[in-house]
């Protein structure tokens, strides 16, 4: 085919099924809202689904993945996120502020730096009704931990929200225990980024298959291994993750290395705690959170709390970290031990028992 012909047609289905892509990756997105999108497949994909009757030649081939990793055009956008904001069915929710905005199906009333062709990094398929009341929530997590250490588990799962860190105090939760409260806040967690699926679930096996995955990772929103017990990268490479710094990783559709700051927040967990994370680089930065496997009668509160506390947990979670950011900012702290719940220092003490 001739290149003005490939063109025609790759944007033709851009119009046809409302695409959008990663610019670099050329993964496709797909509408599910006015105001968001979300992953529909990959760029190779793509190319098999809608050209493979087109007998293209290895340069038509190149020149399709050139064009829609790179080249801009107004009918096939590049996906561009506004960080600010998670989408939900009645409107827009503004992580630094708190505040929510109310938006029709036509994108009327967008707050002045909310614009199209910008999309919600986020969007959270349930109304938001401005209120941070999570008793379900509350009564599992006060079967496991007092007061302080909630409402600072609040705060920091808050943190997790916002794609580059708005701290510098370089932490990472860490539950361990494998008690039915840290499957069931796992799960919480990444419904609230996997409805559009924002979060690179990382089940892990060997450091090969982890820096394999390293392209899903730097684009999604969250990094979430459930069962890390046998973890075991370089402690050094881990620590350039979890400090938010520039890293090298291959994108699988043309096999170029790109350099890139990891921006993606991180929350491993497993039932027990690796070895990379009690190494003197990680170990001060790793903060632990015991899900005591004993404990009983714990009421299963899963699928109701999806159906009716999602949104009030975002916010809350959110409001306490602008709280907890707001405090650190006027203090000047840059040391996460100085002020954390002493419940943290306690669980490093007692590992080294």
Known sequence: MSKPNLTSKILNLAIKYNYRRQKDSGDIYKSIHSYSYIFHQTLSDFI????TTDNLNVDDYHYIVDYIQFVPHAD?????????????????????TCMFTTIDCNCNNILLDFNPPEITHLFVNHHFD??????????????????????????SIGRLFHKQSKDNLQYMLYFFGGGYGQDLLLNIISYCFNQTQNVSLIHYSNPTSFHKKLHYMIHNDIVICPESSKFDVCPF????????????????????????????????????????????????????LHFDPHKNNIPQYKFDIIQNEIPAFIH??????????????INKINNIWSFCPQYFTDQLDNFYI
Request: proline content about 6%; some cysteine; glycine content about 2%.
């Open 48 to 51: 098999q689904e809608h050209f």
């Open 130 to 155: 401005n209120s941070i009341n999570t008793p379900l929530i509350d009564a599992i997590l006060d079967i496991y931990f007092d007061k302080d250490v909630k409402e600072f588990l609040y705060a």
């Open 237 to 288: 490479f881990f620590n350039r993750l979890l400090t938010q710094q520039y890293i090298n990783y291959i994108l699988p559709a043309n096999d170029i290395e790109y350099n890139s700051k990891f921006n993606t927040p991180l929350l491993f967990a497993g039932i027990h705690i690796p070895p990379i994370f009690d190494t003197p680089l990680l170990t001060d930065k790793i903060l632990r």
């Open 316 to 329: 809350k979670c959110l409001s306490y970290y602008k709280t907890l950011h707001n405090y650190i900012h």
């Open 76 to 96: 096939f956008p590049f996906v561009q996120y506004n960080s600010k904001y998670i989408g939900f069915i009645n409107g827009v929710f503004n992580i630094d």
